[in-house]
């Protein structure tokens, strides 16, 4: 059988990791003093396994809100005799001093800080620690990290940082020197701050091979050339070009990677021309990747249309529709050309090129820019959204994975968010959804729900509501089931919510609670369900609206008190009888809200000890009205035979009113089953007959067994194949047999259960009978 995209299975490393992370005092851990987190004594971890053990528990703290990050975690790392770390990832405001400082004592080889904008100065000195053993330094977005905090000096282990909302620190260290840091040779500086000398900072790192300075200001760019014998990789993303900075660009042959691109060319001065161009592609002979994105290019770069348009694309130089790559000695491994008019001709002379010409280029885009460019992977995901929506998306599993990795990643970037919420909507839809596995359509959902966590915003709710609607609910979703039902819940509370964010969010609510256990229903009926529904269908009473959500209301009330006596208690405790009262009286015409909440009071109705709550003269008169109903078939007429019969099967003993009289009510019953066509089709789904068979063997009330044995004849006959099993199964064939021996059965009530027992009979003889 051929395996769905996105099939392969994690591997063992990564779940036992993932299941050491969340049950850390079990595993590897114990509670020490003050319940301080404390590594076992007898553990001693490699690096293999310190790094993805820490390198996990920062995506499980940025992606799974289930998972609480454990304060001192850091600090399990801190004896190198016990633990070793040599390469770590961390990212955004989690990451503090303290941490830094607890793994001071490790030889890291590798040390990538992206966004963590509450390390400090006091962070950025810890860093001499690993001034020996440090190869590869990302500082990326830390904004803070060259700044020192006013004030007096700080003990070790002060906790500082915790710092009032809105303060920043201001002053920079000018202490900070990367001497002595001989053996590093990547450096990532993206974002550093203008008020840092840059050119003093690197002046003590002989040895690079890469540096990223994206966003930073060079006013001298000469001082490049001391590693023009050694650079390999240039990375200056968002630098205002000048012609001193090209000049110098120049001169360092080694470089294999450049890239001089821009967010986007309205900011930009400057114009790539044909010969600045001309003069990288002949003088950086070693370049395999060039990145040119967001420059404005002069029309003189490319050749004329009728030349760009003649043969089949080529990526070699020599066809090179873009005359200055025609110098290439061979085609680049990638060419960055987002938001220039140069992605749009037909010969590119690269492997992998970034453009918005089509959807490779769309998603190379993607790929390329996530991790540190979100404004433009934010642009590129919008491109896909259009691609999804109104073409066909033609690598699925590639757009899949790289619009929950934007996600991830930048999980509090609302424009991400967005345009990766609205991607996920059209990318999970029906046309693609044979293609998909188990664990990629799980993957999405869990970016969806940390979305819906994170925003309370319209068009994320809405995207990340329409999102889960394109999965099979509640079996897709049951994984999650706890937290989805919180969220849409939380979504639901506002008295005045968008109209169509609270029917998506009404509509999945009643999804999730149709065909679950008991369990289940209780659960969420716990959470506020109940009360969360009627909360609505009082808001819609008040604006005089009959619409889906308060139809879809009902229906979900219905559902949650299937079988549920404490769902049922929890209507009647919130004022749900009166709150119907009231809707029928509004609403006379409403044929299907009219059948939702018969349904629902039906449940309760079964319920013994509630039975009691129902037996007043105002709400009997009214089941009684209702059985005289021709609302959807016989639909709400069936509904309030069956309140009554339950009712009825307590005895007249429980009737304690004068009026009306219960032989009244009861003949009203007799004459409305009487009136309905056995072969009526039947909008409602039996899980269980359970209720309807304790009406069978008694004979206290004679017309609530006919209402019961005239259910489970329509059901067996319309719907054989489903109920007939479901009969046997339950015993219902042995009740029937005593309803035949009861003298206080009526003639026309063993008919029907005689018939009952013959359909069943010929349906166990004839199972695959497709006649129906």
Excluded at 107 to 131: P, V
Excluded at 251 to 257: A, D, N
Excluded at 485 to 504: G, T, V, Y
Aim: proline letters at 4%.
């Amino acid at each position: 059988m051929a395996t769905k995209v996105g099939d392969d299975p994690e591997s063992l490393m990564s779940l036992c990791t993932v299941f050491c992370l969340k049950n850390l005092r079990r595993t590897m851990c114990y509670s020490g003093e003050r319940n301080r987190l404390c590594l076992r004594p007898d553990v001693f971890l490699p690096s293999e396994i310190c790094d993805r053990l820490v390198n996990v528990y920062m995506d499980l703290v940025h992606t799974d809100s289930d998972f609480e990050p454990q304060d001192g975690f850091f600090q399990l790392f801190s004896d190198p005799r016990s633990t070793r770390i040599t390469r770590l990832q961390l990212r955004e405001d989690l990451v503090r001093d303290r941490d830094l400082e607890a793994v001071g004592k490790q030889d890291l080889i590798e040390l990538h800080l992206t966004y963590c904008n509450h390390l400090t100065a006091r962070g950025l000195r810890t860093l001499s620690s690993f001034r020996h053993s440090l190869l590869s330094l990302s500082l990326f977005g830390c904004s803070n990290i060259f700044f020192k905090k006013v004030g007096g000096p700080l003990a070790y282990g002060e906790e500082d940082d915790d710092l009032e909302e809105g303060l920043r620190p201001h002053t920079v260290d000018q202490n900070f020197s990367f001497q002595g840091f001989n053996r590093l040779r990547l450096l990532n500086l993206g974002g550093l701050t203008p008020e840092v000398d840059v050119e003093a900072l690197l002046r003590p790192l002989p040895s690079l091979s890469s540096l990223d300075l994206s966003g930073v200001h060079l006013p001298r760019p000469a001082f490049l050339t001391q590693w023009k014998e050694r650079l390999a990789s240039l990375v200056l993303y968002n630098v205002e070009l000048t012609e001193e900075l090209i000049h110098t660009l120049l001169q360092m042959s080694r470089l294999r990677h450049l890239d001089i691109s821009r967010e986007n060319q309205r900011t930009s001065k400057f114009k790539m021309t044909r010969k600045i161009l001309s003069s990288i592609a002949q003088g950086l002979v070693n370049l395999v990747s060039l990145d040119i994105s967001g420059h404005i290019m002069l029309d003189n770069c490319t050749v004329p249309a009728f030349e760009d348009a003649m043969g089949r694309p080529s990526i070699e130089p020599c066809k090179s529709s873009i005359y200055p790559f025609q110098e290439l000695k061979r085609p680049l491994q990638f060419l960055g050309l987002y938001n220039t008019t140069l992605c749009t001709v037909t010969h590119i002379p690269a492997y992998k090129v970034t453009g918005s010409k089509n959807e490779d280029q769309i998603l190379n885009a993607i790929e390329a820019y996530t991790e540190q460019r979100p404004e433009l992977a934010h642009r590129a995901i919008n491109q896909l959204f259009d691609i999804a929506r109104i073409q066909h998306c033609s690598q699925l599993l590639r757009a899949l994975q790289l619009v929950i990795t934007a996600l991830k990643t930048h999980k509090y970037d609302k424009s991400i968010q967005v345009t990766g919420s609205a991607a996920l909507f059209y990318l999970t839809n029906t046309e693609y959804r044979s293609d998909q596995s188990v664990r990629l359509r799980r993957q999405v959902i869990q970016v969806v729900l940390n979305g819906m966590e994170q925003y309370q915003e319209v068009t994320v709710q809405r995207n990340c509501c329409l999102t889960l609607c394109n999965f099979s609910i509640p079996e897709e979703l049951e994984f999650q089931y706890h937290r989805v039902n919180l969220l849409l819940l939380k979504i639901l509370e506002p008295a005045r919510q968008d109209e169509s964010i609270q029917r998506i969010a009404v509509h999945l609510c009643n999804a999730l609670v149709c065909q679950v256990d008991n369990d289940h229903k209780e659960a969420v009926g716990k959470m506020g369900f109940v009360k969360t529904m009627l909360n609505l269908i009082q808001k819609k009473l008040q604006d005089r609206m009959c619409d889906q959500v308060m139809e879809f209301s009902w229906s979900a009330l219905w559902n949650i008190t299937d079988e549920t006596p404490d769902n049922c208690q929890m209507f009647l405790e919130c004022n749900g009888m009166n709150l119907f009262l009231e809707c029928l009286k509004e609403f006379p015409d409403k044929q299907e809200l009219h059948r939702n909440m018969l349904g629902l009071l039906g449940n309760v109705a079964e319920v013994k000890a509630l039975r009691p709550q129902l037996l007043t003269k105002q709400f009997i008169s009214v089941f009684s009205e209702l059985l005289d109903s021709k609302a959807d078939g016989i639909e709400v007429s069936y509904n309030a035979c069956g309140v009554l019969s339950h009712i009825m099967f307590d005895g007249p003993e429980a009737w304690d009113m004068e009026e009306p009289k219960r032989s009244h009510v009861m003949d009203k019953m007799w004459a409305a089953i009487r009136s309905w066509d056995v072969s009526s089709r039947r909008n409602i789904n039996y899980r269980s007959f359970e209720p309807i068979l304790r009406l069978l063997p008694q004979s206290g009330a004679p017309v609530s067994q006919h209402w019961a044995t005239w259910a489970l004849y329509n059901l067996v006959s319309v719907y054989p194949s489903k109920y007939c099993p479901l009969l046997i199964k339950e015993g219902g064939i042995i009740l029937l047999q005593k309803v035949l021996e009861l003298e206080s059965s009526h003639q026309e009530t063993k008919d029907m259960a005689r018939k009952v027992m013959d359909q069943c009979e010929n349906f166990k003889e004839d199972p695959m009978d497709t006649s129906r």
